[in-house]
């Protein structure tokens, strides 16, 4: 109740406001290099992994003596490839992945 000029009144509950949300900070490119280790990559039966994001489908195989990387338009135009190998797999996924930022960057 509140004093009003004639007397007490009755006053509207009181509507507490909630809290004031503030977005979650955008991940930074170091964070979102190591969580592409850990995304659903496909394992082929011949030992290659292949992983569809975004508007690409990557491939990493292992050629012989190293690991090599193909990435691919969904619609099936060649994007990029490795020139060189990798010593292991975690390598050339993460080669992918500065490869693909490289490519959006530069189509943006």
């Given at each position: ?89 975690p ?7 500065d ?10």
């Amino acid at each position: 109740m509140i004093w009003h000029s004639g007397g007490w009144v009755r006053s509207a509950p009181s509507v507490a406001k909630p809290p004031k949300q503030t977005a979650a900070p955008a991940p930074d490119r170091a964070a979102k290099r190591e969580l592409w280790l850990t995304r659903a990559w496909r394992r082929r039966a011949d030992g290659a992994s292949t992983l569809y994001a975004g508007d690409f489908r990557i491939l990493v195989s292992f050629t012989g003596r190293s690991w090599s990387y193909n990435i691919e338009t969904v619609k099936g135009e060649p994007a990029s490839w490795s020139k060189s190998g990798f010593a292991s797999l975690p390598d050339a996924k993460l080669a992918t992945f500065d490869k693909i930022t490289r490519l959006q960057k530069t189509s943006a």
